[in-house]
């Protein structure tokens, strides 16, 4: 899968657990720029991308994304 | 806002964003007595702090490293609906034997009793049991009070009349509890409360967070109405779905909480429960939120003994 593609996916994932139809990822996403995007919401929104894409991730990633792009190179390495 | 607090807020969101958001948003909505609490609290911390040659920032980073172990438990325990440890044996050696686990852990949880809305709202709830309670208590014992925060309230309260005792299974909690209290009236007994025994009943007992931390719920209630007055209350706090490293019983609603204080042979005088977000009910059951359950238990009038 095309990083691109793992992207588009990540967005469909945000805009139902946030349920906001206007997100539109980019790689340099961070929470400061969607207001629903907070720990509590983060935590639905990890296990609903592990379902989406079946992967696990280990604490360390979680703990590593900076942003958007971070968290996506991080599933696109777990599919290839 | 203190100037400790808000170093604190400051420096967890340039490492955590996401868990600023939420901090910010508890603080917002605090009044003016959290921040006279909070910044007596972290004072007595950070001169803590010092005198192990730590600072803050060291403070700050167990407590994200806590918070670490908390998101992903929490993400299995989305998955699975369970714990992921069931046995007293498993967390002794991953968290209790383990030196390095206890350090970020304990000093983590410290930093929690101010920067999470429910440890801080059970405090006021402990606080005001206390007070009307105080005239009683002529003999306090505390089970599992690693960051003296509960001992030191009744201390505050109830005064040097009383004789006050705490007991903790883990040394570095005791260490810790030590030099948080600094009260020469404290007993600290290092033992499992399953093995301790004392010839006298206590007036007040205090026991926060440990029902979920044990296989056996009911066996520790009913060791503890053995140490308590037939006329003595036991304050008890244990959370619902709160996946954590040391957790292994798991409450899936105050209603097995419940269930468990009434087969030890107590009856609820009051009770408080708060979720650990500050969401509607209803979304807080949807995603399974913690909530934290407060009661002040007494002897059931069937059963006294």
Known sequence: MEKNEVLKRVNEVFIDILDNENIVLNNLTTANDIEEWDSLAHIQLVVAIEKNFKIRFTSKEIQSWDNIGEMADCIHGKLT | ?305
């Open chain 2, 1 to 305: 806002m203190s100037t400790q607090l808000e170093y604190i807020v400051e420096r967890i969101s340039s490492l955590n964003l996401l868990h600023a958001k939420k901090l910010k948003n508890n603080i917002r909505k605090s009044d003016n007595e959290y921040f006279i609490r909070a910044n007596q609290f972290l004072l007595k911390y950070d001169a803590l702090l010092m005198a192990q040659s730590k600072t803050m920032d060291y403070a700050i980073d167990c407590y994200l490293q806590m918070l670490a172990d908390v998101n992903y438990e929490s993400i299995q325990f989305i998955h699975s609906g369970e714990y992921s440890n069931k046995w007293f044996v498993e967390v002794n050696k991953r968290v209790y034997n383990n030196p390095e686990v206890m350090e970020y852990y304990m000093h983590g949880l410290l930093l929690s009793q101010f920067l999470w809305r429910h440890h801080y709202h059970i405090l006021l709830f402990f606080n005001r049991i206390i007070q009307e309670n105080k005239n009683n208590i002529g003999s306090y014992l505390e089970v599992g009070g690693g960051h003296g925060l509960y001992i030191s309230e009744a201390l505050e309260i109830v005064g040097n009349k009383a004789k006050y005792d705490l007991v903790d299974i883990s040394k570095s909690s005791i260490d810790i509890a030590r030099k948080m209290i600094e009260n020469d009236n404290v007993t600290f007994i290092l033992s499992d409360i399953a093995d301790y025994n004392y010839a006298e009943k206590y007036d007040f007992i205090t026991m926060g967070e440990v029902l979920e931390h044990v296989e056996d719920p009911i066996l520790l209630l009913k060791k503890l109405f053995t140490l308590l007055n037939n006329n003595g209350r036991l304050f008890i706090t244990t959370p619902t779905n709160a996946p954590a490293i040391d957790h292994i019983y798991l409450f899936n609603n105050a209603d097995e909480i419940r269930e468990v204080i009434l087969a030890a042979g107590f009856e609820i005088e009051s009770e408080f429960c708060i979720y650990s977000e500050d969401i509607p009910a209803e979304l807080a059951e949807k995603y399974k939120v913690s909530m934290m359950y407060a009661g002040v238990l007494r002897k059931s009038q069937v059963v006294k003994t």
